[in-house]
C-alpha cells in the first residue's frame, strides 16, 4: 500500500529559526509527493511538490522540501520560521495507477512563537 | 482564492436525513475529488470523478454518492446521516486525471456538515 507517515503531531520553533516538518513515504514505482497546509477554517493549500529531477524543490512562502530517496523522506523545510507560518501541515503522495487522488498524512500542527 | 467553490459552508441537519453538497471545479479543470476531513479520521479520499466519469473510489460509504455533471461542477449526496458522518467535506479540482501530469489539486474551502 502507497502512504505517508508524518512522525510529529505538533512541532515547536521559535520565529526566525529554521524549521522542519518530517515526512516519510511508502510507494511503489516512481514517487510523487506534495506538501500542503491548511490555516483555521480554510482549505487546503498547495505548497510545492516533487515529480522528478532535483531533489531540492522550492515553493511558495520561502518553504522547501528535499527528497531523498535512500530514507525514503520529504521533509518540508524553511530557513527562517514566521510567526505567520503557524498551521496544519500535510505530506501527500500520488498512488501510481489510481487517478489523481492524494493520499495524505495526519498531519503535523507547527507553532511558531514570537 | 483558489477557484474552487463549494456550498454551501455550514449545514445542521438531523440523524436520518439527506442532504447535498456542491462543488464549482476551478476554470478549466476536469477532475473533481471528494475529501472527508475528521479529527478522528484525518483527510480521507471519497471519490474522483473525470470529465463525468468515475476516475478513482476511496473510501466512500454506500450511503454516499457522488456524480459530476455536464458543466462538470459536482455533487456529493449523503443519505441516512449519523452522528459520525459530521465532518468537514473539501472539494477539489485538478487538470488532468491522474498519474504525472495531473498536476496538483486546488482545494475549496470545505462544507461543515454537523449531524445532531
Known sequence: AQSVAQPEDQVNVAEGNPLTVKCTYSVSGNPYLFWYVQYPNRGLQFLLKYITGDNLVKGSYGFEAEFNKSQTSFHLKKPSALVSDSALYFCAVRPYNQGGKLIFGQGTELSVKP | ?116
Not at chain 2, 449545514?11 to 436520518?16: P, R, S, V, Y
Not at chain 2, 475529488?33 to 474522483?48: A, V
Not at chain 2, 449526496?77 to 489539486?105: H, I, K, M, Q, R
Open chain 2, 1 to 116: 482564492d483558489s477557484g474552487v467553490t463549494q456550498t454551501p459552508k455550514h449545514l445542521i441537519t438531523a440523524t436520518g436525513q439527506r442532504v447535498t453538497l456542491r462543488c464549482s471545479p476551478r476554470s478549466g479543470d476536469l477532475s473533481v475529488y471528494w475529501y472527508q476531513q475528521s479529527l478522528d479520521q484525518g483527510l480521507q479520499f471519497l471519490i474522483q470523478y473525470y470529465n463525468g466519469e468515475e476516475r478513482a473510489k476511496g473510501n466512500i460509504l454506500e450511503r454516499f454518492s457522488a456524480q459530476q455533471f455536464p458543466d462538470l461542477h459536482s455533487e456529493l449526496n449523503l443519505s441516512s446521516l449519523e452522528l459520525g458522518d459530521s465532518a468537514l467535506y473539501f472539494c477539489a479540482s485538478s487538470e488532468g486525471p491522474g498519474g504525472v501530469n495531473t498536476g496538483e489539486l486546488f482545494f475549496g474551502e470545505g462544507s461543515r456538515l454537523t449531524v445532531l
